[in-house]
Every structure is written in structure tokens, then in C-alpha cells.
């Protein structure tokens, strides 16, 4: 196996380089690009009004975001009260800044220039607010038909009912040939913006547009429209390449509206084959004195933008070599399952491992199993999106040692079970036991369905552009394989499995970190030397109306590993592999220890990342803004920024991270299934049924695998970033279950009726605060609020209970 490992990263050195690898030819050349991008700068240090607006939204949206706020500052004290051009220059600054109360500043200054109905840039205030795609909360009666057509694009982001309310008034205004064309066009270019048009209202508008018979300005939005709106199904048909067709013909004609027009339709909807007319507007000759220079200039501005983004349309593609490593890998977790299949003789070796592990393989294996693939891209994200503060969690470590390796462990070690649950039916009843399994189940079953779902859809979909239709399959074929090697191999393969995986993805970072400073030249070229703008200030102690703070950060981390470590059967089992107090302690130090080291590494990563994507924004993600793809840029970084083969081994680690998480899911669930519903309940059938209890439990690691595919298939529902997606789905159940926990090994008058309602109490807590935002607090608190409504619940129930059969005695 070492062999094997050493093999692989030997083939891969020599193809490591500091050069970064797109593995394409395709994208733009550097040349083309930074004259796309100097054009852009150009104009937004120029001396120009509106043309300086638009060049400076695009360089927000491709996150070129160096100087535009600066910029827009100076020319608001200058001509912040200048009619028309002030609305722009607040549009600008109400993008230009991360900070929402700034933003609100801006947008509340154009909201009352649209209140205003004697102000003469009222319509201007009107587009500038549907351009931001905010609603103006301002009914108005107008006999000015386009402050009207803005006002209906505007409110097309107040609800659901007011976009198809808006969609219907624009397709009225389009469809009625008595209209202006002014109006017309308008009310097309407000639908082009909204977008989602009904397919019967699309063909009914290509139809017109097929049908126009000159080349008016009705004619070029109405085209631009139809192109950029156009179904998914309907790209490739003849409708398309005729409006396509009508569009290029602007080229042939020095109409630079036109122009402008067909180059923001190609930044929309555009590829590579369209670089060549964009790069011939981009060099349109601007300084021969005629009047419309501006509007030449805006042509150029919207060239750039068009080429920038197609740019980052360009795919790519693993090579042969990456391949080959994915491919080798699986064949090594697949073999070490039939490798340990073969020495697993009892239900104790493939569930306990014999009850002799050792503990730095199982604290490996316990670090391993709760850094899953979701933490591996979410912690990176968290930095790049949120900045370190989630990072110094970490400072609660020693209290977590303490409090678990002398409070919780020894606890749960003089209890010689084989599931953790049969400590809740010895101390509180079997309905504690069944609301306990009922809980564990659930989480787990939910956790490893988001583990399956955000490897394939965010990490392995942010390399491999495949079509999303594929991800249930490419989800099955993943926990296939996690199956069989698992269900062969029992807990010892899982051990062996997770410590090769742990080296692996752990690597993978440490290898992009090297990458990128090779790319800098140094670590200290990469590191930031001030605080970026749109990461919050730093702020101590604990609010549960703030999101980030060091004393949140703290709460957070300790209550999730002492909820962990007191209820959770996947660390339970490990302990109890562990031969006595003392190795289980050991084990609880190495995962501490190593996790310590995981997060510092990762969090270290988001900022090279962060760095990376800062200075080659041509790789981001086309559509989204920087901190919008913060959780995909470390999978995008993998395939752009790493050489050939090595991109591959750091696939393997993501899957890798994936599988440990999953294969110790499968065997702990397989475990609780098997003690504590099969064997209680359907024992007599169950021996019908299996050949003995080990083949049983191989039989129930199958079963569970199914289920996990089937809920993977709802997880994307869930809002938020990864880090929300953790919290609110893979961590609800974990305080309630620690509940049950602290009730019976903790408090001596605990009642097993008191008991349940707390824990049910719980249940409800953690779901009020994690998808109604119940008294506005924020998820970090989910945890301890949970546990405390909890426990208190369940104490109070439980004391009132025992005093009243004393008062009955």
C-alpha cells in the first residue's frame, strides 16, 4: 500500500511546475486579456459620466474590484448632487462596497429620488433599482410610460406574484405594435434582465423577432431578448441561428447602440468562436473627433466585458493521467476491503475490531470520519467568504480535552456495550433508547447524504463539467464502491482506510498551498497585508445576533465536539475499540491534535485561494461573483492551477475524504440497525433470514447505502453556504441526542418520561433556529441553545416528577 502511494506521487513530481496549468488551449490569450481589462481601467479613471458607470459595473462583476469604490467616492463629493449622472454613481457605490449598511445608504438615496415625483431623474432612479434587482416598496401612478416600464421591471423583485405580474404588463407592451418603439424596446430589454419567460411566451416572441424587417433598435433588443432568454432545449434549433443571424448583421454597420447591444448579448450567451468580432469592436477607433465617441467608447467597455466573460466560459478537462490516479485509487480502497475481509471471524472484529486498536490509528480514523469531504471545501469557503474568525474555535481545544477525556470518556468506557444506546436503556428505559436510535439514525443518515451530494455536486462537478442530470448516478457509482469495501472489510478496514485518506487529502492542501507560493514567489507574496474590505471587522465575545465573533466561534466548536464525543456512536465506537480509559483519552488527543493541524491547513488554503483567484480572476466561474463561488474555488483550483496527474491525486484525496466519512457512517449505522432494532425486535426472523450476525450486519451496511442515495437527491433544497449546510443539516440532531446522554449518565433524578419531552424540546429548538431563524439567532448557536432548552426542559420535568411520587408516597 505505501508502495503504492509513494508510487503515485513519484510518477506525479516531474509534472509538477510552477506555472499554472489550464489544461486548454481554448481561453483567451493573456495579451487579449489584459487589453480587455486596461480598456475597462481606462475608462473607469476617465473623465467620462455614464460610459465610467457601465465600465465600472463590469469590472465589479468580474471582480476587478481594485479602485472602483475609491474611484466613485471622489465622484460623489463632486458631483453627488449633479441630476441623472449621481444615480449612477450611487448604483455604482451600492455594488462597489461588501458592507450592507453602506449599501443600504446608497440604495435608500436613489429609493428617495423615486419617491420624489418633481425630480427630474426619477426614471433614471427607477432603472437603477431594477438594476440592482430591488423592489422600489413605492406604489406610483405615472402617465410617463417608461418611469412606468422600469417601475414594472423593478417590482418584478418584490415576490413571485409580482414577477408574473410584471412579466405579462411587458409582454403586453412588446406584443402591441400601437406602442412606441421606444416602449417597445424597453419593456424588451426589462424582459431580457427579468428572464424567466414562460416557453409559450418565448416562441410567440421569436416568432416576432423572425419577423422584423429592418434592423430597428425594437428589432436588435427584441433579438438580444430572445437569445439571452432562450430555453436550454432550443439553443441549437432554427429558430436560434436565425436570430443569431439577424444580430451578426449589426457588425456590417457603424450603428455602435446596435453594436453595443450584440456584444452584451455575446458576453450573455457568447463562446469562444465569437472572440474574433468582440477583440475587432475592442479595437474600434475612438479619437477621430466625431460626436459619437462615447458611444464608440461604450461599445469597447462592452467588448471587453463580453470577452472577460466568455473567457471564463472556456472549459476544461482532466487529462488521461488524473484518470489513471482516480482510477488506481478506488482499485486501492476495493482491495484493502477484500484484504481485511478475510481476517474479520467474528461480529466483534468487523464492528470493534477485536477491542484492540491501536489508538493513534483510531484517533486518525475518528479525525478522519468527522473531517468530511463538506468540512474539507467548507472551512477553505468560510475563509474566503467570512475571513479566519471561525478558525479560532480552536482555542477551545484544551477545554474539549479536559472536558471529554476526563468528564465524558471514562463515563462511557465503564459501560461494556457494543452500541452506545444500551447506556440510555440501562439508565432511562427503552423509549429513550428508540428516541435516541430514532435521533442518531436521522443525523447520520442526513450527514452522509450531504457528504455524497456536496462531493459530487459542488467538488467533482467543479472539475468534471458534466451535466447535473448526472449526479444521482455518479453519487450511486461513489457509494458503491464505499459499500463493498466497507461492508467486506468491517471497522479495521475503515481504520486503515481512513488513515491513507487522511494522508491523502491532507497533502492534496499542503501541495496547492506550495503551488500557489510558487506562483508568488513566496508565502509572503500570497498573504494578505490587510484586512480585505468585505470581511468583517473582528469582533470578541458572544452575540447570538452576530454570525462570526471569536466567542461564537468558541461555544460553536466546544459544544459540537462534547456532543460528539458524549452521544455520537461513530465516536463511541472508536473508544470503545480501545482496550482502556488511557487509549481512549490517547485517541481523543491525536484527532484533537490532528484536527488542530487540518484546520490550520485549510484555513492557510482558503487564503491561498483567496490570493490565487484575487490575482487570476479570469479563472473564476462565469455569472457568480467572488465570495458567490467561494466553496467551488478550491475544487476549480485543483483542475486550473495544479499540473497534470497531481490534479487527479487531489480528486482522489476530495473522494477520498468522502468515502472515510461514509464508510464510518455505513459501519456505525449498520451497528446501531443491527443491536438495537434487528437483534430486539426481529431476532426469530432475522435468523431466518441471515446466515449468522456477521453476515446480518454486511447485509444491513447495503441497506443503509441505499438510503443515503435516496435522501442525497433532496439535500441541494437546503440554503446557505457549505458551512450553513454543516450546521443546519448534519449538526440538528446532534445536541438533542447528546440530551438523552447528559440525562442518564449525569443526573441522578432523571425521569425517563422528563427525559423525552427534553429531548423532543430539543429537537424542536435546533429546527426553529436553523430554517425559521427563530428570535433572529444565527446558526453557530443552534447547538447550545438546543442542548440548553433541552436539558433544561428535561430536568425541570424530571425533579417535578421524582417530588411527586415522594409527596404521593
Not at 458631483?79 to 449621481?86: A, S, T, V
Not at 483542475?639 to 497531481?646: E, V
Amino acid at each position: 500500500m505505501k508502495s503504492f502511494l509513494y508510487g503515485l506521487i513519484v510518477l506525479a513530481l516531474p509534472l509538477v511546475s510552477c506555472e499554472v496549468n489550464t489544461h486548454s488551449g481554448a481561453e483567451v490569450s493573456s495579451e487579449v486579456r489584459q487589453e480587455a481589462i486596461t480598456q475597462l481601467q481606462s475608462v473607469l479613471y476617465s473623465d467620462l459620466n455614464w460610459e465610467k458607470v457601465h465600465a465600472a459595473e463590469y469590472l465589479l462583476e468580474l471582480d476587478y474590484r481594485s479602485g472602483v469604490d475609491s474611484v466613485f467616492k471622489r465622484e460623489e463629493k463632486e458631483f453627488g448632487n449633479e441630476l441623472y449622472y449621481r444615480i449612477g454613481i450611487w448604483r455604482v457605490l451600492a455594488q462597489s462596497d461588501g458592507n450592507e449598511e453602506l449599501r443600504k445608504i446608497w440604495i435608500d438615496k436613489i429609493r428617495e429620488v423615486y419617491k420624489d415625483s418633481s425630480s427630474l431623474d426619477r426614471v433614471h432612479a427607477a432603472e437603477a433599482l431594477a438594476k440592482l434587482g430591488i423592489a422600489p416598496r413605492t406604489e406610483i401612478e405615472t402617465q410617463d410610460q417608461i418611469l412606468s416600464i422600469f417601475s414594472t421591471w423593478a417590482n418584478a423583485y418584490a415576490s413571485d406574484s409580482g414577477k408574473k405580474s410584471s412579466l405579462d404588463e411587458l409582454m403586453k407592451l412588446i406584443k402591441d405594435k400601437d406602442q412606441p418603439e421606444r416602449v417597445r424596446k424597453l419593456a424588451a430589454y426589462a424582459l431580457r434582465s427579468i428572464r424567466d419567460i414562460a416557453h409559450a411566451d418565448w416562441y410567440q416572441l421569436t416568432e416576432m423577432a423572425i419577423n422584423q424587417t429592418d434592423i430597428s433598435d425594437f428589432a436588435v433588443y427584441l433579438a438580444s431578448m430572445c437569445w439571452i432568454t432562450a430555453p436550454a432545449d432550443s439553443l441549437s434549433g432554427s429558430r436560434m441561428k436565425q436570430i443569431k443571424e439577424e444580430l451578426t448583421q449589426v457588425t456590417n454597420r457603424e450603428d455602435w447602440i446596435h453594436q453595443r447591444e450584440y456584444a452584451y448579448t455575446l458576453a450573455e450567451e457568447g463562446n469562444v468562436a465569437d472572440r474574433k468580432v468582440l477583440a475587432e469592436m475592442l479595437n474600434t477607433k475612438t479619437d477621430d473627433g466625431y460626436v459619437n465617441n462615447n458611444e464608440r467608447t461604450d461599445l469597447k467597455v462592452t467588448a471587453a466585458y463580453a470577452l472577460l466573460r466568455i473567457d471564463r466560459r472556456v472549459e476544461t478537462h482532466l487529462s488521461w493521467v488524473d484518470w489513471l490516479v482516480i482510477s488506481l485509487y478506488g482499485g486501492l480502497m476495493l482491495g484493502i476491503g477484500y484484504f481485511y475481509s478475510k481476517r474479520n471471524k467474528t461480529k466483534e472484529d468487523y464492528l470493534l475490531g477485536g477491542r484492540n486498536m491501536n489508538a493513534v490509528s483510531i484517533g486518525v480514523s475518528l479525525f478522519a470520519t468527522l473531517l468530511s469531504t463538506v468540512s474539507y471545501l467548507s472551512y477553505p469557503g468560510e475563509m474566503i467568504k467570512y475571513g479566519p474568525v471561525i478558525f479560532a474555535g480552536m482555542l477551545g481545544f484544551p477545554l474539549v480535552y479536559f472536558v471529554a477525556g476526563w468528564w465524558l470518556i471514562p463515563r462511557i468506557m465503564a459501560m461494556k456495550v457494543t452500541s452506545a444506546y444500551e447506556i440510555l436503556e440501562l439508565k432511562l428505559g427503552l423509549s429513550i433508547r428508540m428516541l435516541a436510535i430514532f435521533m442518531f439514525l436521522s443525523l447520520r443518515f442526513l450527514w452522509m447524504a450531504t457528504i455524497i451530494y456536496v462531493t459530487v455536486d459542488v467538488a467533482f462537478l467543479s472539475v468534471v463539467p458534466l451535466d447535473p442530470y448526472y449526479v444521482p448516478f455518479i453519487s450511486t457509482f461513489l457509494l458503491i464502491i464505499t459499500i463493498i469495501y466497507t461492508s467486506m472489510g468491517g471497522l479495521k478496514a475503515v481504520v486503515l482506510t481512513d488513515v491513507v485518506q487522511s494522508i491523502v487529502f491532507l497533502g492534496g492542501a499542503l501541495l496547492s498551498i506550495v503551488i500557489v507560493s510558487l506562483h508568488f514567489g513566496s508565502v509572503s507574496s500570497w498573504f494578505p497585508s490587510e484586512w480585505p474590505a468585505y470581511w468583517k471587522p473582528i469582533q470578541f465575545g458572544f452575540d447570538t445576533q452576530e454570525r462570526t465573533t471569536i466567542g461564537n466561534a468558541v461555544i460553536m466548536l466546544f459544544a459540537w465536539y462534547i456532543c460528539t464525543t458524549g452521544s455520537d456512536q461513530l465516536a463511541v465506537q472508536r473508544y470503545l475499540s480501545t482496550k482502556d480509559i488511557q487509549a481512549a483519552r490517547k485517541s481523543l488527543k491525536v484527532s484533537l491534535y490532528t484536527n488542530l493541524l487540518a484546520k490550520c491547513l485549510l484555513g492557510l488554503l482558503g487564503l491561498a485561494m483567496f490570493a490565487f483567484f484575487s490575482k487570476n480572476q479570469h479563472f473564476l466561474a462565469d455569472g457568480q461573483s467572488f465570495s458567490e463561488q467561494s466553496d467551488t474555488l478550491f475544487p476549480r483550483f485543483i483542475l486550473l492551477g495544479l499540473p497534470i496527474g497531481i490534479s487527479g491525486l487531489v480528486i482522489a484525496g476530495l473522494l477520498a475524504a468522502a468515502m472515510s466519512s461514509l464508510s464510518s457512517g455505513l459501519n456505525s449505522v449498520s451497528t446501531v440497525i443491527s443491536e438495537d432494532i434487528f437483534n430486539r425486535f426481529f431476532k426469530r426472523k432475522v435468523a431466518l433470514s441471515f446466515s449468522g450476525s456477521l453476515q446480518q450486519v454486511k447485509m444491513l451496511s447495503y441497506l443503509t447505502g441505499l438510503i443515503v442515495i435516496g435522501l442525497s437527491f433532496f439535500v441541494g433544497s437546503v440554503q446557505g453556504n457549505l458551512f450553513d449546510i454543516v450546521i443546519k443539516v448534519t449538526h440538528l440532531f446532534v445536541a438533542p441526542l447528546f440530551v438523552l446522554f447528559f440525562m442518564a449518565l449525569f443526573i441522578p433524578f432523571a425521569s425517563e418520561s422528563g427525559t423525552f419531552i427534553g429531548g423532543i424540546v430539543a429537537i424542536i429548538v435546533a429546527v426553529g433556529i436553523s430554517f425559521y431563524g427563530i428570535g433572529g439567532i444565527t446558526v453557530l448557536w443552534v447547538l447550545p441553545f438546543s442542548f440548553l432548552s433541552g436539558a433544561v426542559v428535561a430536568c425541570t420535568l424530571s425533579f417535578i416528577e421524582k417530588n411527586s411520587k415522594k409527596y404521593e408516597k
